[in-house]
């Protein structure tokens, strides 16, 4: 057995198991020598009382509490191993962002799934494949991350790109600058099939490999891929556009995960908090009856409910005057609807009595009762869905 085992089959063994397997001992040790948790000069010796000492350490360094149990699962081999030894972990236990890209992109076009789905379905349960499914909660997710901070994702659909039907052309705003640059460097279209990817759509892909569905093994986390990042994308002719990308501060993870490449200059931060945040207070919005803490943290509270989320995304809310005034990235989206249709109204995703006067003066003009008051048949008149 190896730890790549036990990390693609989820596997549960124990201290008793363990000590049975000289292969696997053997692999724990030079693991856990190469953290300086265990002595290397004792790599090939059995299971000893310093196995269980380098074995308690590491698992206290990742504030786990396995090794108290007597047993090892996937969390402690998969922290061990990417810590230890990264490359043998890429190599191995990468996120086949191929396969991903090939179902998400290439099957059932993202137009018939989504008209073939109902859009209250939950999470846990969408069906097929694609992530595409998930596109209405998704683009709830991203307005709700650009609402706390604006301008933390910026669109790249307007560069010479062709993006997959199913891609959120998305990137941190210095990775888009970047982007541009060795796109015009280049001097060609550069065709994406994969950018930006939401906490829907990653624990989507996440219940896909736990369940050994789709041709997906191994697939991190929400809230630790890459992709969630803003700062990676996926393409096509990665030989090709390579150097281009290179010389504007993109790394290529090369035969790992050969379409992938990271941004990794300048002027960026870690967001992928932010997703998380964003959700929990999505979540909290449309479920006042059931409140999750909004801290930014991904733990079982936040993967219950997101299972649990209508993948057509939440309903639109009632919004009306209130004190304090109704806020948040649902309320830029009925703003920004209303200076499409003419009416002239600031984009502050805050419901105060400009915006109430804006829409009664929509409502007027459309012939709807003139109460300030959003609800089916001005959503409907907006074009709001």
């Not at 990390?7 to 292969?23: A, C, G, H, S």
């Amino acid at each position: 057995m190896k730890f790549e085992d036990i990390i693609r089959q989820n596997q549960v063994i124990t201290i008793e198991t363990l000590k049975r397997d000289p292969e696997l001992i053997q692999q724990l040790h030079l693991l856990l020598s190469k953290l300086h948790f265990y002595p290397t000069s004792q790599v090939n010796a059995g299971y000893n009382p310093q196995t269980q000492q380098g074995m308690e350490k590491f698992a206290w360094s990742q504030y786990l509490d396995t090794i108290k149990t007597g047993k090892i699962g996937r969390t402690f081999a998969e922290r061990l191993l990417q810590k230890a030894d990264p490359d043998r972990y890429y190599a191995n236990l990468l996120e086949p962002c191929g396969k991903i890209n090939d179902n998400t992109n290439k099957s059932t076009p993202v137009s018939t799934t989504l008209a073939a789905v109902d859009p209250k379905i939950l999470l846990k349960d969408a069906p097929g494949c694609s992530t595409s499914v998930l596109d209405g909660l998704s683009r709830q997710l991203i307005d709700e991350m650009n609402w706390i901070e604006p301008s933390t994702l910026v669109s790249f659909g307007d560069l010479n790109v062709d993006n997959g039907p199913a891609v959120y052309p998305f990137l941190q705003p210095a990775a888009r600058t970047a982007l541009s640059r060795a796109i015009s460097a280049r001097g060609r279209k550069l065709y994406v099939n994969s950018a930006y990817r939401t906490i829907a759509q990653q624990l989507m892909l996440y219940n896909q490999g736990q369940r050994r569905q789709c041709g997906i093994g191994i697939v991190a986390t929400p809230g630790r891929s890459n992709h969630q990042s803003g700062l990676a994308i996926d393409v096509e002719d990665y030989y090709g556009w390579r150097p281009f990308l290179e010389a504007q501060g993109w790394l290529w993870l090369g035969q790992y995960d050969p379409p992938h490449f990271d941004y990794v200059g300048w002027g960026t931060r870690d967001i992928r908090w932010l997703a998380i945040l964003a959700f929990q207070q999505l979540w909290n919005r449309y479920n006042p009856r059931d409140q999750i803490y909004e801290d930014g943290l991904y733990g079982w509270s936040t993967e219950y409910r997101l299972n649990r989320s209508p993948i057509g995304g939440f309903p639109p809310r009632i919004l009306y005057l209130t004190l304090p005034y109704m806020e948040g990235s649902d309320v830029i989206r009925l703003q920004t609807a209303l200076n499409r249709a003419g009416i002239t109204t600031g984009t502050d995703g805050v419901f105060g009595p400009g915006t109430e006067l804006s829409v009664m003066n929509f409502q007027r003009q459309k012939g709807l009762v003139a109460d300030g008051v959003v609800g089916p048949n001005t959503y409907k008149a907006l074009g709001i869905s």
